[in-house]
């Protein structure tokens, strides 16, 4: 099974501090997303990857950045964080987009 | 609009009754859709795929898909208490991967 790792499962940062979140998978998967997931909202894509170095904007990439130096490593940067930013925050990667995603545990952020 | 539309529920079924989640979607265009189950506190895993009109069965879980009314479902036979979840109707863009997802339909079943 493909496994998708993310280093952290909670986190609280103080505003204005500078956020790093990584996410790893172990089957060579080309396409990698960062979502964040809020109540009532549901899953909304920040950005996404789908090759080394290669990136490109989701639907709300405001205020974050990413990181693609590795194919199986894809960071979610917060380069100022704000308590907007208090979320779950979910990783996934694919071979395909047409078979569906496999998340990973999830980072829950709180920014205070 | 939302692109991707879901009665956030709860929905409520018996012990051994069918759960029917419904999905609707804005863009005509759009060919992979997909259900992930979602536990609380967990992220979502996939449960299904379909891609052509008409129904997708796999144990109890029957995904069905209408793309001239833009419309998804999915349904679960003989529903148990493990199937308590959040059930979140996901569609591709056209022309690429990234997944649209609706904001969840939550699922009680009580035994």
């Known amino acids: 099974d493909v496994k998708v790792t993310q280093s952290s499962r909670y986190l609280v940062k103080r505003t204005g501090e500078k956020v790093f979140l990584e996410c790893v998978q172990d089957m060579d998967h080309e396409n990698m997303f960062w979502y964040r997931q809020d109540p009532g909202l549901g899953l909304r894509l920040i950005y996404f990857s789908y090759d080394v170095k290669m990136k490109e904007k989701g639907d709300i990439p405001e205020g974050y950045s990413v990181s693609r130096e590795k194919k199986e490593r894809f960071s979610l940067i917060l380069e100022s964080a704000s308590t907007n930013q208090t979320s779950m925050y979910l990783c996934a990667s694919t071979i395909r987009g047409a078979d569906g995603y496999t998340f990973g545990s999830g980072t829950r952020l709180t920014v205070v | 609009q939302k692109e991707v539309e879901q009665n956030s529920g709860p929905l409520s079924v018996p012990e051994g009754a069918i759960a029917s989640l419904n999905c609707t979607y804005s863009d005509r265009g759009s060919q992979s859709f997909f259900w992930y189950r979602q536990y609380s506190g967990k992220s979502p895993e996939l449960i299904m795929f379909?891609?052509?009109?008409g129904d997708k069965e796999d144990g109890r879980f029957t995904a069905q898909l209408n793309k001239a009314s833009q419309y998804v479902s999915l349904l679960i036979r003989d529903s148990q208490p493990s199937d308590s979840a959040t059930y979140l109707c996901a569609v591709n863009r056209p022309g690429g991967f990234k997944t649209i997802f609706g904001a969840g339909t939550r699922l009680f079943v009580k035994a």
């Open positions: 379909i891609y052509s009109n």
